[in-house]
């Protein structure tokens, strides 16, 4: 990934583009999805992208990855094939074609970095937004809580999952480097801080990518085969993790969250911080 792209001051799902470019290497072919990283990347032959880039409709990107994975696969050629979606074109309009390659067993990796809105069409809502948080169509606060597309894709059985955040780039540059080395469908979901949508200074990006994780809102981990493990920055944080608000209160989209709202967060937390505690320890 070059200099000169069009993303947004402090933009964490660039930064995050970085990692997953240098994790893959240059056998690789991107499939991105109508979002933000359709537009950064800039008009051709400008392109800030190094490696070919197929552009592709918003619900369409697993279906072309799975022809082009094959085709590949056809000829005898090991080239990463990898969908870089956001959580828009993932949890909402993408679904239905992940959903698909997943169950055919598509060599490739599904990466979602999600910004939790869709951030490249004016900040509105997604699947991915969190309870309680202001978006243009939901200035108020979404009434609804986050879907949680990990356990839908674990219900697929993929050899890999795993969770990530911008703001540790060496432990999503190793889960990158460990998907594209087992064969079949494999899926990473990064957290990707939006200074423009989240409203905090595009300087505080990566300090808000770790109160994420040290709050317990975020969880990284993975799954290898079905068994679970919690990467070590979370597995520090859960024993001790921060009060929520540290999080919530540098980001303007929380503004005026009401009460209930922030309980019901804090209960998803906790009640999730002890599901994977016991998954990881076999007593579930």
């Known amino acids: 990934m070059l200099k000169g792209t069009s993303a947004c001051a402090g933009c964490s799902s660039s930064l995050s583009l970085r990692y997953v470019l240098k994790g893959a290497g240059p056998d690789t072919v991107l499939v991105i999805p109508a979002s933000c990283s359709s537009v950064i990347q800039g008009i051709y032959p400008n392109t800030a992208l190094n490696i070919p880039v197929y552009n592709i409709a918003f619900a369409a990107a697993a279906a072309c990855a799975s022809g082009m994975s094959n085709a590949f696969r056809a000829v005898g050629k090991k080239t990463n094939v990898i969908v870089y979606a956001g959580d828009g ?82 432990d999503l540059f190793k889960k990158v480097k460990k998907a594209l080395a087992i064969r079949g469908p494999a899926f990473i979901h990064i957290l990707v801080p939006c200074p423009s949508g989240w409203r905090f200074p595009p300087e505080k990006t990566i300090e808000i990518g770790r109160l994420a994780v040290k709050s317990g809102m975020w969880i990284l981990y993975e799954r290898e085969y079905g068994r679970l493990a919690i990467s070590s920055p979370s597995k520090a944080a859960m024993k001790n993790p921060i009060p929520l608000e540290n999080y919530l209160a540098p980001q303007g989209r929380f503004a005026g969250i009401s009460p209930k709202a922030l309980d019901i967060l804090k209960q998803r937390i906790t009640q999730k911080i002890q599901r994977l505690t016991e998954e990881e320890k076999g007593i579930c």
């Open 89 to 170: 074109g993932t949890l909402d309009i993408g679904i239905q074609s992940m959903s698909g390659a997943f169950e055919r067993g598509t060599d490739f990796l599904y990466i979602c970095y999600d910004n939790e809105e869709y951030g490249n069409t004016g900040m509105q809502r997604s699947g991915s937004t969190p309870l309680g948080a202001r978006t243009t169509t939901t200035p108020a606060g979404k009434t609804d809580e986050k879907k949680d597309i990990d356990a839908i894709i674990t219900a697929h059985d993929p050899p890999y999952l795993a969770t990530a955040c911008s703001a540790y780039p060496q």
